[in-house]
Structure formats: structure tokens, C-alpha cells
């Protein structure tokens, strides 16, 4: 396995090229805030020279598969981009497309992605560029696709085909509706009122 693999505090994981043209049919992105001269993806983009957090969005459709490593004195870290996007999302009133690793356990999640954005969970795991050049290795964490939004009607959660190493690769992604969260509500309200049909019951032999 490529020694780049075992750590997410990676901060140049390029994004599969087969994976970025999928969403960009979708998206057609203009913006590349977070790359370097190799790496980027879009015609216009910002270097870690540039700063692409020190930088207005403004009217720009962004793709961002930003730094993987923590905060440090140094380093902005990931969350700093994830903050970001979200900003830019809800004040600037654009579409953000983020490629980051999807660990839902974290308060960055919560309090930036869950319930504020539309996720889609990648299916198996994402191998990453290296040098241009799609890795044999996949990466040993998870990955996810969020959609930061202005205005988020219902949040939606999507399971996703789109990764170099499955079949499918390029193919949309298949969204798990609102019907299940429906049939949940039915299920629950089955059980409501059978529980309480059992309590009237209980009650009129107490009676009688």
C-alpha cells in the first residue's frame, strides 16, 4: 500500500478524475478553491499561494476536496474549509461540492453537514490521484459527496456508486427518498396505537 494511504492528515489527496466528471456533468463547476498547479480541476482555481480561503466565491460553483490534516498553529486544517463552504453556501447563496472523509462522529459534521447539506455516501472507497496518477491502494477511510445548499428543503442522504475502484463509476446517484422515512412514521404510529389499544383493553377487564 502507498505509505500516502495510511494517514488522512494528507493535505494533496487528488480527486479521480472519473469521479470529479461525474459530478461536474452535474454541477459544471468553475471553481477550484483548493488545489495546486497538478491537482486542480477546474480552469480557475486557487493555490495555497492564493489562499482560496481568503478569497471571495462569490458567483462560482465550487468543487472543494479540501486538506485532510487537523488545525494546527500553521495549518488552517480541514475544518477551516468545511467552514468555508458552508459560509459561502448560506450567506453567498451558491452551490459547494465537497469530497472530504465521512466521519460522522465528529462535531464538524454536526454542526456543518448534518441536517445544512445533501450527502452522499461513497460506496466502497475513493482511490485517490498521486502524483496525476489514479493510486492502485484505496483509501483506508470512508468517503462522502456534501452538497452545501442556500436553502435546504428536506435533507436527503445518498448512497453513491461514483468511485474509481466499483462498478458503475460515472453512473447517477441513487437517492433513498422520503417513502422509507414515511413507512417509518406508519410503522411507529401501527405500534402507538396497538399499544394502546392493548391499554384500553387491559383497562375495561379492570373495570368489569
Known sequence: MDKVHFSTGKDDWGTPQDLFDALNKEFNFT???????NNHKCAKYYTIEQDGLA???AGET????????RKTKTNAGQIAWVQKCYKEATEGGIVVV????????TIMFHDYILGKAEIRFIKGRVNFEVDGQK???PAPFPSMIVVDLKIMTSRKIK?????GSTKGT???????NSRDFRGLRVNLS??????RRTFTHERRIKEN
Not at 469530497?99 to 462522529?105: E, G, K, N, S
Open 31 to 37: 471553481l477550484d478553491p483548493c488545489a495546486d498547479d
Open 55 to 57: 478569497q471571495s466565491w
Open 62 to 69: 465550487v468543487f472543494c476536496n479540501p486538506p485532510y490534516s
Open 98 to 105: 465537497m469530497l472530504i472523509p465521512a466521519r460522522t462522529d
Open 135 to 137: 493510486s492502485k491502494d
Open 159 to 163: 448512497r453513491c456508486n461514483t468511485t
Open 170 to 176: 460515472g453512473k447517477r446517484c441513487k437517492t433513498k
Open 190 to 195: 401501527l405500534i402507538f396505537l396497538q399499544k
